[in-house]
């Protein structure tokens, strides 16, 4: 039997993003149908997303601490299993629970701590891998994210369409054997760690370095610029574009994904030319016309809603592995704690920007478009951080000595 090498490993990672887009993606298809089945106002189901991204930001915050303690391999495997059980307690606890709102969060946490996990983890992984371009890299892993994306709205339509959006458990149970079979593979695939056991810089060191404070609001606007649109669309296109789930799902997340996977493959080709400040700026500019279309769009033009929300996926898409490769670039000791920060930072972003999007919905008596048009504030943020940030020192690079190459050192 031929070893497994790093081109598995990679595959592995790729799967891990694919599993990060099942658990975020696949309970908003069914958000029209938690609250007609369930009677859940879309306050309450908006609150998912926050116990979702929640949960997701603890482990953010506590896998700085004990992962390096525990080791990559264990924790990869038990987010795995974490992922699975969660979507497994999601097709039965909402019908068993007496109150099935407490199933759906129940279930979102389960899952949550698959995904916390899967995030901090991953990006790391990738970095460490053997390779000539680690932007590019990191451009290509995140599309796999897009990708799942894709593939979970897809085939979740077309089984709706074929089976019934009634027996949506069964699939449910399906998706759930992606991250278990992908469980076993993080079992033998050899892993890489992005630096020297105990070399890597202090949660403390990295609180003191100001070019971490500038990647962590780019983070935040990141996660929240993705989610805002991404974690709606499907309700977007169903309800405030009238129409029909069918089309809402495919024409809403699907078309969303897409374009983010187109640039996120162009920004794995074409990265290493790109310089990171103007096209952050160009990207954010983008999400601002694209949330745009989507918000005010009149009903006699509907599609250019849906143009808005391709838009957006389009330019948010280098926003999140564009920050991350820059920030290892420019924090090369930062470690196992600098992506947990960091994908903490996104996590905040990713809970508060969707569930700002419901709550105003609400408050606008269900108008997701008015919600939307709240996401404008977001991409804003983040040009005018990035526009305003003059880069005179690599200051956090300066205060560490570079690491040097640890891609050969495996975890045993």
Not at 168 to 193: D, E, G, H, R, S
Not at 218 to 241: D, H, K, P, R, T
Not at 367 to 389: C, D, E, N, R, T
Request: aromatic share 10%; proline share 4%; glycine share 12%.
């Amino acid at each position: 039997m031929k070893a497994l090498g790093v081109r598995h490993t990679k595959i592995a990672c790729y799967t891990g993003y694919v599993t990060q887009a099942i658990i975020v993606n696949f309970a908003p298809l069914l958000f029209v149908t938690f609250n007609t089945q369930y009677n859940i106002s879309l306050t309450l189901i908006g609150t998912m997303i926050t116990v979702n991204f929640g949960m997701q930001l603890l482990i953010d915050l506590l896998s700085s601490k004990f992962v390096d303690k525990i080791g990559y391999r264990p924790c990869m495997v038990a987010a795995h299993l974490f992922a699975g059980g969660g979507l497994l307690l999601l097709a039965f606890l909402p019908d068993v629970l007496p109150v099935p709102a407490v199933g759906l969060f129940i279930a979102s946490a389960v899952y949550a701590v698959g995904g916390g996990l899967i995030e901090v983890l991953v990006s790391p992984v990738i970095e460490a891998c053997p390779s000539e371009n680690k932007k590019s890299e990191m451009g290509l892993l995140h599309s796999f994210y897009s990708w799942g994306l894709v593939a979970v709205v897809a085939l979740s339509t077309l089984y709706f369409v074929l089976a019934g959006i009634e027996n949506w458990q069964i699939l449910a149970c399906v998706w759930a054997a992606v991250p278990f079979l992908n469980a076993v593979c993080f079992l033998f695939v050899p892993l890489f760690k992005p630096v020297e056991e105990g070399k890597g810089m202090s949660v403390g060191a990295l609180l003191k370095s100001r070019m971490f404070w500038l990647f962590v609001l780019l983070m935040l606007c990141a996660g929240s610029c993705e989610n805002a649109v991404s974690q709606w669309a499907s309700a977007f296109a169903e309800s405030g574009l009238k129409v029909s789930k069918t089309l809402g799902d495919l024409l809403g997340p699907c078309l969303f994904a897409v374009c983010m996977g187109i640039s996120r493959v162009l920004f794995a080709k074409f990265g290493a030319k790109l310089h990171i400040k103007p096209a952050l700026m160009i990207s954010a500019a983008g999400c601002v016309g694209g949330y745009a279309l989507c918000a005010f769009a009149p009903q006699s033009a509907a599609w250019l809603g849906l143009v808005g929300c391709g838009i957006v996926g389009f330019c948010v898409s280098i926003m999140w592995p564009g920050t991350l490769s820059f920030a290892s670039a420019t924090i090369p000791k930062g470690g196992t704690a600098l992506f947990a920060l960091l994908a903490l930072a996104g996590d905040v972003g990713g809970m508060s920007g969707p569930s700002a999007v419901g709550a105003i919905a609400d408050g606008f008596g269900g108008s997701i478009q008015a919600g939307i048009a709240f996401g404008i504030f977001f991409p804003v943020v983040m040009f005018v951080a990035v526009a305003l940030y003059r880069e005179k020192k690599r200051t956090a690079a300066s205060e560490e000595e570079n690491v040097g190459d640890d891609a050969g050192k495996t975890e045993q």
